[in-house]
């Protein structure tokens, strides 16, 4: 089947380092997206990984590890702007489906001054 | 603004009635996603078209159906509403993925309201 786990809520300080984990058992991976969602708002795009290592884009950074099923999204210098869920999706076998966006449940993430 | 675009914003209606939910998507994009977003879940993929036609089924209930027409806007139609089909629907659009990169296209999504 197919699954993606995140921790539910976090909590972090601003200005400070925060690391949201994502786990992921698919039966295909053509990718791993990162959205940010704030409160009934569209998801916007974050980040894309495809290949094992660090992405870095300014305050935000994805990692993946294809051998663990595993990613992490890294928000450093928190503002509280950054209060909003993000969202992983896993982008399944490229086929007939156009690969399709499993996404899991997200992370609530709470910034506090 | 991601160029999508969704009307209604919001929608307020009753148990057993039928709703239709407007999707325009990006200048030039030819693929459509509906998602349903409830309170205690994740974004539930419903169905994909691309270019009129229907490309993925995800978990979308037999009284839910969708199209995409000539000019690529899209429609979800939601009958015999349930309460629990109070949710936010999301549509999302993407040209035609080269490779494997599918990044989706968000709209502002529709907030349907069953009572």
């Known amino acids: 089947g197919q699954n993606i786990d995140q921790p539910t809520e976090m909590t972090a300080t601003e200005g400070a380092i925060v690391q949201i984990n994502c786990t992921y058992q698919t039966s295909g991976f053509n990718g791993l997206f990162w959205y940010q969602q704030h409160a009934g708002e569209a998801p916007t795009f974050l980040s894309y990984n495809v290949l094992d290592g660090l992405e870095e884009k300014g305050r935000f950074s994805s990692f993946l590890s294809r051998s663990k099923g595993y990613s992490y999204l890294l928000l450093k210098e928190l503002q509280m702007k950054d209060s909003a869920s993000y969202l992983c999706a896993v982008q399944d076998s490229y086929g007939g489906s156009q690969g399709n966006l499993i996404f899991g449940k997200g992370t609530k993430l709470s910034v506090k001054p | 603004d991601s160029g999508v675009t969704q009307t209604p914003k919001h929608l307020i209606t009753a148990t057993g009635q039928r709703v239709t939910l407007r999707c325009s998507p990006r200048?030039?994009?030819?693929?459509v996603y509906w998602y349903q977003q409830s309170l205690d879940q994740g974004l539930q993929f419903l169905i994909q078209y691309y270019n009129g036609e229907e490309r993925a089924k995800g978990n979308i209930l037999e009284r839910f159906s969708a199209q995409q027409f000539p000019d690529l806007h899209s429609e979800l139609n939601l009958s015999s509403l349930e309460l629990g089909d109070s949710a936010l629907y999301f549509c999302?659009?993407?040209?035609?993925?080269?490779?494997?990169?599918?990044?989706?296209?968000f709209g502002p999504g529709t907030r349907l309201t069953v009572l």
């Open positions: 200048s030039g994009d030819l693929s």
């Open positions: 999302a659009s993407n040209e035609i993925p080269s490779g494997t990169y599918n990044e989706q296209f």
